[in-house]
């Protein structure tokens, strides 16, 4: 079997990257809302974000098949089996992660501050622009890292939704998968076994960076 | 000139707080959990409270008004401070301010100038104080709100200041209610005082 290690480390880098991108405004929506607002349905929507964590990712990416695969009712986007599925599996397992996180970074933020600023007269949008934000914005980071970690290891749902083809599809941990099959992949498997070993522990080591900047930012101890 | 009549919840018990007589220059005292606090939020529209507030010729609450707290222009100086902490002093002072005019004159008042380049965690907590004090001034308020805004500073600095901060509201027609327990501050910056006693204010 043909497999290109760099292919597959730029295949999963970029799902990844475009992946988190896109859960970035829904991430930073849903945690303002779940951190700030109270609303009928609220305790609801904060356990169902959980739902995708604890679900195999195989199942996941059975349902995103059902929502995106033919006849189904996003079928018109004509997602599966093309690189968009790898960047679609990558948005929905990272989502939960990523809003909890900006959940917990709009929750540090002491709500006075939004207080002051009002008292000052800045009205609630440009204090969330010039306040809530800057405050909340490492915190913010730190769960960005968080869910483009997870967004690089997925695995379950993206071989659902987008298969395992080369060159288009064929993320690190698929290629991994793929190797392992093959009688002479060791070498190459190897290489992409190191490969994700060294992005993991960067990526846990920028959240670790993010993470103390957010309590330094809000002066809170350690 | 302020005057209000506010129905509100100070922690558990329901309260009526009522100031007859119009003030320009206000002290509420009483002690820690009476409620000062709760009055000077609710006097911002931070608090929930139904009744009737009045400042200068603006009615900010009756019934059939709540003007939301940007719009109020009553300016809270909080007894922590509650500087922002990823500003500079100088980002702080200018938060509210429609320019930057004042900003020499009041940093001068408050003795700030050499501290415009800091960041709020290296500030003392009697500069922090300052600044939220000319924070809340610089936005050209119709009522400062000061909650304890003297506590973290020497007392030989604390006349002056008072001193300072009362002529500056005077020339500019400026409210202020402050809530404290330092005899020295209310009498230094207050023309009337009223206690706060059992949900109620009385006068002194």
Same mark, same amino acid.
């Given at each position: 079997m043909n497999v290109d290690v760099t292919d597959a480390i730029l295949i999963s880098l970029r799902a990844a990257l475009f992946g988190t991108l896109l859960a970035t405004p829904v991430a930073l929506g849903l945690g303002h809302l779940l951190a700030r607002r109270t609303f009928p349905g609220r305790s609801l929507l904060a356990a169902a974000l959980f739902v995708p964590l604890v679900l195999p990712p195989v199942v996941t990416g059975y349902l995103l098949l059902a929502l995106f $695969?033919?006849? $189904? &009712?996003?079928?018109?986007?004509?997602? &599966?089996?093309?690189?968009a599925a790898c960047v679609v599996a990558a948005f929905f397992v990272s989502l939960p992660l990523f809003v909890l996180s900006a959940r917990q970074a709009f929750e540090a933020v002491d709500p006075r501050y939004e207080e002051v600023a009002a008292t000052l007269g800045s009205p609630r949008a440009a204090t969330f622009r010039r306040v809530t934000l800057p405050l909340a914005l490492p915190g913010l980071a730190a769960g960005a890292t968080l869910a483009f970690a997870r967004a690089l290891g997925e695995f379950g749902a993206t071989v659902v939704l987008?298969?395992?083809?080369? $060159?288009? @599809?064929? @993320?690190l941990s698929l290629a991994v998968y793929a190797l392992l099959e093959t009688p002479d992949g060791d070498d190459a498997a190897r290489t992409l076994v190191l490969a994700s070993l060294v992005l993991s522990t960067l990526s846990v080591v920028l959240y670790e960076v993010f993470r103390r900047r957010a309590r330094l930012r809000l002066e809170l101890p350690g | 000139m302020i005057r209000f009549d506010l129905q509100l919840r100070i922690g558990t018990r329901d309260a009526r707080l009522t100031l007859d007589v119009p003030a320009t220059r206000l002290a509420v005292v009483g002690?820690? #959990?009476? #409620?000062k606090t709760t009055l000077l939020r609710a006097l911002a529209g931070l608090h929930a409270a139904t009744g009737h507030v009045q400042v200068g010729d603006e009615v900010w609450l009756d019934e059939r008004r709540n003007v939301p707290t940007h719009q109020r222009r009553a300016a809270w100086v909080p007894q922590d401070a509650l500087?922002?902490?990823?500003?500079?002093v100088r980002a702080n002072l200018l938060f #509210?301010?429609?320019? =930057? =005019?004042e900003l020499r004159e009041v940093a001068e008042l408050l003795a700030l100038t050499s501290l415009l =380049?800091?960041?709020?965690?290296?500030?003392s907590g009697g500069e922090r104080q300052r600044v939220a004090l000319g924070r809340a001034v610089l936005a050209r308020p119709k009522l400062l709100l000061l909650d304890?805004?003297?506590?973290?500073?020497?007392a030989s600095q604390r006349l002056a200041l008072a001193e300072g901060l009362r002529a500056r509201c005077d020339a500019r027609g400026v409210a202020v209610v402050l809530a404290s327990h330092d005899r020295d501050d209310v009498r230094a910056l207050a023309e009337v005082r009223y206690g706060l006693e059992d949900g109620r204010l009385v006068g002194a």
């Open positions: $695969g033919r006849g $189904g &009712p996003l079928g018109f986007l004509d997602v &599966p089996f093309h690189f987008a298969g395992n083809l080369e $060159g288009e @599809t064929r @993320t | 002690p820690s #959990g009476s #409620g500087l922002f902490p990823h500003l500079d #509210g301010a429609p320019n =930057d =005019d =380049d800091r960041r709020p965690r290296h500030l304890e805004p003297f506590a973290a500073l020497p």
